[in-house]
């Protein structure tokens, strides 16, 4: 019964709620463009086939995320 109930605590400590960092989300007018014409540069880009994610960086290492819709809806974000 002991090891039972280590088990079950183990499990209820592993599978507590984790919380996410806050995110600041940046304007609606923000664009890749935009940002890239400020001085930010595309780190990284991934696509999938509804989806391109474009990571940028700036001269002092802030991060921005910014991902293009199929439809061309583009939301961007500081991590």
Same mark, same amino acid.
């Given at each position: &019964? /002991? !090891?039972?109930? /280590?088990?079950?605590? +183990?499990? $209820?400590?592993?599978?507590?709620? !984790?919380? %996410? %960092?806050?995110?600041?989300?940046?304007? /609606?007018?923000?664009? $890749?463009? @935009?940002? !890239? @014409?400020?001085?930010?540069?595309?780190?990284?880009?991934?696509?999938?086939?509804?989806?391109?994610?474009?990571?940028? &960086?700036?001269?002092?290492?802030?991060? !921005?995320? +910014?991902? $293009?819709?199929?439809?061309?809806?583009?939301? +961007?974000?500081?991590?």
């Amino acid at each position: &019964m /002991k !090891v039972l109930l /280590k088990i079950a605590l +183990c499990l $209820v400590l592993l599978t507590g709620a !984790v919380s %996410a %960092a806050e995110i600041e989300k940046l304007a /609606k007018e923000t664009t $890749v463009n @935009a940002l !890239v @014409a400020n001085g930010w540069n595309i780190i990284f880009v991934s696509s999938s086939d509804y989806i391109i994610t474009y990571t940028l &960086m700036n001269y002092s290492g802030e991060i !921005v995320t +910014c991902k $293009v819709l199929s439809n061309d809806k583009i939301t +961007c974000f500081k991590p």
